[in-house]
C-alpha cells in the first residue's frame, strides 16, 4: 500500500481514468507514487515513460530508459526510446535503436519511414511506405500516402529523380505535394494549378470546423502561399512573388523552417539592393532548430546566400570566413569558389581571381571536367547578367574556350569563340580557333567562316629578318656561315673603304710645352732621384690648418662648400617626402658628397611613392 494514498489497485483506476482524458500530468503524479514504493515496476515504469512523452518530456524520459537498462529491455521499450531519439533530433541513434529490436511491428516500421526521411535516404524511405501501403489492413493508408507522396517530391526536388505513381489528390496536403513534384521536373505551370486546388481543397476542408478562425485558415495557407511566390519567382515575376512572400513573413507562421525558406528566396531577389531588408531577413535563416527542419541543401543554399550577402555588403572577413566553412563542408560544390572568386575581383584582385580558378580546375576538378565546365558557365552567367561584355566577363569565356578546347571538347568551345569573336571580328587568332573547332564538327561552317579570314596579301608584312633578329631582345640569332679560306678573293679597296679608315689621333703635348727649348734627360725619372733635386723647405706654411674645430678650415673653407658655390643646385628631398620647409628636404652631412669647383650635379630622380592599396 502507498502510505496515506489509499491502496496501489486505486492509484492505477487514477492512472487509467486520466489517460482516457488525456490528463497526462496527472496520471504521472499517481505513478510516481506507486514507484515511491516500488522503484523497479516494470508497467509503472512504462507508464511513466508514456506520460513524460505525452507531456514533451523526451529528455526525461530517456533518462528513466537508461536508468533501468536491466528491467526495460528493448524489446518492451524500443519503441519509445526510438521515438524519444528521434524528437530529440538524434536520428542517427534512432535509427540504431530502431535496427536493434527484433519485432518490427507498424509502428515501427512508420518511425523508421520517418527516421530514413529525415536522414534523407529517399529511396530506401520508399520502399518502407510502399510495403506498409501493400500490407496494411487500418485507417491511416491516407496518411501513409501522404507521406509516400512528400518523398516523390523530395526525390524530384533534390535528386531530380522520381517517378509518379499515380497517388490520389483528394486531400490538399497530397494535393501540395503533388504540386511540389511537378516544380521538382521544371513542370511550374502545372505546379502554379496544383498549388491553387490545394488551396481551394485547404479553405474548403477547415470551413467546415466552425472552431477555426479566418487567421488559422491563413497559417495553414502559409506554405502554399510560400511555394506560389517561388514559382513566380522562377518565372520571373519578382515583384508579385515578393509581395506574396512578405504576407507570409507578417503572419509569422510557427513553422521556424517556412520562415526560413521564405526569407532566404526574399533575400535572392534583394540581390545588391535594399540590403538593411536583407540584413534583417538574415536573421530569420539562423532561428533556433532550422537546421532540423530543412533538407542539407536548403541549409546550404542559406549558408551561400549569407556569404553572398556579406560580399554585397562588403563584410570580406565575414564572407572569407563563411566561404572556407562551405568549402570544408562540401569541398566539391563550385558555388563558394565561384564567389570567392567575385570577391577578389570586387577588390581589384582580378589575377589572383583566375589563378584560383586554376587551381581549382588542375586541383579537384582534374578529372571530372563536366563539373569545371559547369562552373565556368556559372561564372560567365553571372557576369553576363551583372557585367555583359566587361573584360572579366570576356576573360572568363576566353578561359573557358581554351579549357574546353584543352580536353578536346570543340563542340562546346564554338558558342564561346562564336560570342568572343562576334565582340572583336578583327581577331584572327580567335577565327582561327573557331575555323579550327568547327572543322572536326561542321565543315560547312567552316568553310563559311574561313571566308572572313584576311587575304595572304594583307597578312604580308616587309619585315627584315636580319634586323629582327639582330634586335634587342630577340631570342634567337642566325649564325652566320663561316668563310671558307681561299673561296673569295681580296678586292682593291674603293672610295667607300678608304673613308671607312680611322685617322691616327696625335698625342696630346703639355700645355707648356715649348717646342724650341731642350727637354729635360731626366723627365722620365722620379723627383727624388733627379740630380737637381734638394728636398722640400720645412717652416713655410701658405696657411695655417688645424687651428678650429675637427674638420674645419679657415680661409678656404668657402671654396670648398659646394653649397655655396653659384653652380651648385639645391639639395633634393628624399623620396617619399613632401614638401616643406628646407631643413626638411636636406641631405643629411654624413650622405652629402663634395662636388668638383665649377661643375654642376644632375639632380637625382625622384621615385614616385605609388597610391591606393598594395596587392595586384
Known amino acids: ?90 536520428v542517427e541513434h534512432a535509427l540504431k535503436t530502431i535496427q536493434g529490436i527484433p519485432e518490427q511491428t507498424d509502428k515501427l516500421k512508420e518511425l523508421y519511414g520517418q527516421v530514413l526521411y529525415r ?54 496536403e497530397l494535393c501540395y505535394n503533388a504540386a511540389c513534384f511537378l516544380i521538382g521536373q521544371g513542370q511550374l505551370s502545372q505546379g502554379m494549378q496544383k498549388l491553387q486546388k490545394a488551396e481551394e481543397l485547404c479553405r474548403k476542408s477547415l470551413a ?22 517561388y514559382v513566380m519567382q522562377l518565372q520571373g515575376r519578382t515583384e508579385d512573388a515578393l509581395q506574396l512572400y512578405n504576407q507570409v513573413i507578417k ?58 550577402l556579406a560580399m554585397y555588403t562588403n563584410q570580406a572577413d565575414q564572407c572569407n570566413k563563411m566561404l572556407a566553412s562551405l568549402q570544408t563542408q562540401n569541398p566539391e560544390h563550385p558555388r563558394p569558389v565561384l564567389i570567392k572568386v567575385a570577391q577578389l575581383c570586387r577588390e581589384k584582385h582580378t589575377p589572383k581571381a583566375f589563378h584560383l580558378l586554376l587551381i581549382m580546375f588542375e586541383g579537384t576538378y582534374e578529372e571530372d571536367i563536366d563539373s569545371a565546365i559547369d562552373v565556368f558557365t556559372q561564372a560567365i552567367q553571372y557576369y553576363q547578367s551583372e557585367q555583359p561584355g566587361a573584360a572579366i566577363h570576356l576573360s572568363l569565356v576566353r578561359e573557358a574556350a581554351n579549357y574546353k578546347l584543352k580536353y578536346g571538347r570543340k563542340k562546346e568551345a564554338t ?128 696657411e695655417q690648418v688645424g687651428r678650429g674645430t675637427q674638420g674645419a678650415t679657415s680661409g678656404g673653407s668657402a671654396e670648398l662648400d659646394a653649397s655655396k658655390s653659384a653652380s651648385s643646385p639645391p639639395t633634393s628631398p628624399r623620396p617619399g617626402s613632401g614638401t616643406g620647409t628646407a631643413a626638411s628636404n636636406a641631405v643629411p652631412p654624413r650622405q652629402q658628397k663634395p662636388a668638383a669647383a665649377g661643375a654642376t650635379r644632375k639632380k637625382a630622380p625622384q621615385k614616385k611613392k605609388k597610391g591606393g592599396k598594395g596587392g595586384w
Open 1 to 90: 500500500m502507498a502510505s496515506g494514498s489509499g491502496p496501489v489497485s486505486a492509484l492505477w483506476t487514477e492512472i487509467n481514468r486520466c489517460g482516457q482524458n488525456g490528463d497526462f500530468t496527472r496520471a504521472l503524479k499517481a505513478v510516481n507514487k506507486i514507484l515511491h514504493e516500488n522503484k523497479d515496476d516494470v508497467t509503472a515504469l512504462r507508464c511513466k515513460i508514456v506520460c513524460l512523452i505525452q507531456n514533451g518530456g523526451f529528455k526525461e524520459a530517456l533518462n528513466v530508459m537508461n536508468t533501468h537498462t536491466k528491467s526495460l529491455t528493448s524489446d518492451l521499450i524500443g519503441f519509445e526510446k526510438a521515438y524519444c531519439e528521434y524528437r530529440l533530433n538524434r
Open 119 to 172: 536522414l534523407e535516404r529517399y529511396d530506401e524511405c520508399l520502399a518502407v511506405y510502399k510495403d506498409m501501403i501493400r500490407n496494411s489492413q487500418d485507417d491511416y493508408e491516407e496518411e501513409r500516402k501522404t507521406n509516400l507522396s512528400a518523398v516523390l517530391a523530395a526525390q524530384s526536388t533534390w535528386e531530380s529523380t522520381s517517378a509518379d505513381l499515380g497517388l490520389p489528390e483528394n486531400s490538399y
Open 208 to 229: 467546415e470546423d466552425s472552431d477555426v478562425t479566418e487567421e488559422d485558415v491563413d497559417a495553414e495557407l502559409a506554405i502554399i502561399h510560400s511555394q506560389m511566390a
Open 251 to 308: 503572419l509569422k507562421p510557427s513553422d521556424v523552417g517556412l520562415l526560413a525558406v521564405t526569407a532566404n528566396n526574399i533575400i535572392t531577389i534583394n540581390k545588391d539592393q535594399n540590403v538593411f531588408d536583407s540584413k534583417k531577413k538574415v536573421k530569420l535563416t539562423s532561428a533556433e532548430g532550422v537546421e532540423h527542419k530543412l533538407a542539407k541543401k536548403q541549409l546550404q543554399a542559406i549558408e551561400i546566400n549569407k556569404a553572398l
Open 415 to 542: 558558342s564561346d569563340l562564336e560570342q568572343l569573336w562576334k565582340q572583336n571580328t578583327n581577331d584572327v587568332h580567335t577565327l582561327a580557333q573557331l575555323i579550327s573547332a568547327y572543322s572536326l564538327v561542321d565543315q560547312d561552317k567552316a568553310k563559311a567562316l574561313s571566308k572572313h579570314l584576311p587575304s595572304p596579301d594583307t597578312m604580308s608584312f616587309n619585315v627584315d629578318v636580319d634586323e629582327l633578329e639582330n634586335s634587342h631582345g630577340a631570342t634567337y640569332i642566325r649564325k652566320k656561315a663561316a668563310k671558307v679560306v681561299g673561296e673569295s678573293q681580296p678586292k682593291e679597296p674603293g672610295p667607300e673603304d678608304i673613308k671607312k679608315k680611322k685617322k691616327k689621333k696625335k698625342g696630346k703635348l703639355p700645355k707648356n710645352y715649348d717646342p724650341k727649348s731642350t727637354p729635360d734627360p731626366e723627365r722620365w725619372l722620379p723627383m727624388r732621384e733627379r740630380s737637381y733635386y734638394r728636398g722640400k723647405k720645412k717652416g713655410k706654411r701658405k
